[in-house]
Nanobody, 120 residues
Framework: QVQLVESGGGLVQAGGSLRLSCAASGNFLGINDMGWYRQAPGKQRELVAGITNRDTTNYADSVKGRFTISRDNAKNSVYLQMNSLKPEDTGVYYC??????????????WGQGTQVTVSS
């Protein structure tokens, strides 16, 4: 079993910054892709940023230039630095990881979600 613990959400004014963290623990061989998703009220969950195990990153167009995703493989952790926050960034942010459970198998896990609220 794998546990994900998220932290770093909160309330911030527009233009401010937050840093989200997500740490994985449990029984697995390694971690492939890691990412952050968000879900705004009344909307579907969407990908915000992703990072592969080769440090290739991708971002939603709406956050390019403002958000930066990174990972620390030694700590089994992924981070999301969010700058120049806008009210439309408000939502629940979920980390997502793909772990290797065996040489040929992977499994997806989700964090519990952390609320980010940006006031105007």
């Amino acid at each position: 079993q794998v546990q994900l613990v998220e932290s770093g959400g909160g309330l911030v004014q527009a233009g401010g910054s937050l840093r989200l963290s997500c740490a994985a623990s449990g029984n697995f061989l390694g971690i492939n892709d890691m990412g952050w998703y968000r879900q705004a009220p009344g909307k579907q969950r969407e990908l915000v940023a992703g990072i592969t195990n080769r440090d290739t990153t991708n971002y939603a167009d709406s956050v390019k230039g403002r958000f930066t995703i990174s990972r620390d493989n030694a700590k089994n952790s992924v981070y999301l630095q969010m700058n120049s926050l806008k009210p439309e960034d408000t939502g629940v942010y979920y980390c997502n990881i793909v772990v290797r459970t065996s040489i040929l198998s992977t499994r997806v896990y989700w964090g519990q979600g952390t609320q980010v609220t940006v006031s105007s």
